[in-house]
């Protein structure tokens, strides 16, 4: 992608724990997404920043989950008393501003839950 | 719920021939659609998009058809090369804005040498 960058790559938690997940994107895009992907399986939607409005929670399966976007760049995604379902790649992404849906990945936070 | 989905979930190719991926979708409100790739251990990547005012859009070696009357999506790779392996997923913006996309669960295409 055009340097959305995720850390940690790979996480590996005990259920009950709280996991913290962080995307930097780089090029400084106003629009950020986080996508959930399970093993196997398409991507599903969980939340999406865009400047200053109010983000769109739609997407976040639960009251567990919850995710804060500081000073327009740095996002986290934070996860709460996490359970095994839990368990999959967490996607940040940013628009290509191309005014397409390009969007640009990182290359995920891959979250392990035993 | 309204939901996207596709045909084949595996497909092998010879090096060379070209390579069709398919995918329906059932939300008729959708105005937009796109093709991702995913290699292996990537995020996805924007391969081609189309809108729903066009039945046909090529690319560098790729075509994405569009039937809106049968709610079905294609992409043709041409050619194709063992860097296309990957999984490819098809998105539409049932959410009626280009950024929430309903994905679908993908196909995995394998070319072999």
């Known amino acids: 992608g055009a340097g959305v960058s995720q850390s940690p790559s790979n996480k590996v938690t005990e259920k009950g724990k709280d996991v913290e997940l962080r995307c930097d994107p780089i090029?400084?895009?106003?629009?950020l997404y986080w996508y959930r992907q399970s093993l196997g399986q398409g991507l599903e939607f969980l939340i999406y920043?865009?400047?200053?409005?109010?983000?769109?929670k739609s997407g976040l399966p639960s009251d567990r989950f919850s995710a804060e976007r500081t000073g327009g760049s740095v996002s986290t995604l934070t996860i709460q008393r996490t359970q095994q379902e839990d368990s999959a790649v967490y996607l940040c992404a940013e628009e290509s501003g191309s005014g397409t849906g390009e969007l640009f990945f990182g290359e995920g936070s891959r979250l392990t839950v035993l | 719920g309204e939901s996207v989905g596709l045909h084949l979930p595996t497909l092998s190719v010879q090096e060379g021939d070209n390579s069709i991926i398919n995918c329906a979708y059932s939300?008729?409100?959708?105005?937009?659609f796109i093709w991702y790739k995913q290699e292996s251990g990537k995020g996805p990547q924007f391969i081609i998009d189309?809108?729903?005012?066009?039945d046909k859009r090529q690319g560098q070696r790729v075509t994405v058809l569009l039937n809106k009357t049968v709610k079905h999506l294609s992409l043709q790779i041409a050619a194709t090369q063992p860097g296309d392996s990957a999984v490819y997923f098809c998105?539409?913006?049932?959410?009626?804005?280009?950024?929430?996309?309903?994905f679908g669960k993908g196909t995995l295409l394998t070319v072999n040498p």
């Open positions: 920043f865009q400047g200053n409005s109010a983000p769109d």
């Open positions: 939300n008729s409100a959708s105005d937009y």
């Open positions: 189309i809108r729903s005012n066009m």
């Open positions: 090029s400084g895009h106003t629009a």
């Open positions: 998105a539409e913006n049932s959410g009626g804005s280009n950024y929430k996309l309903t």
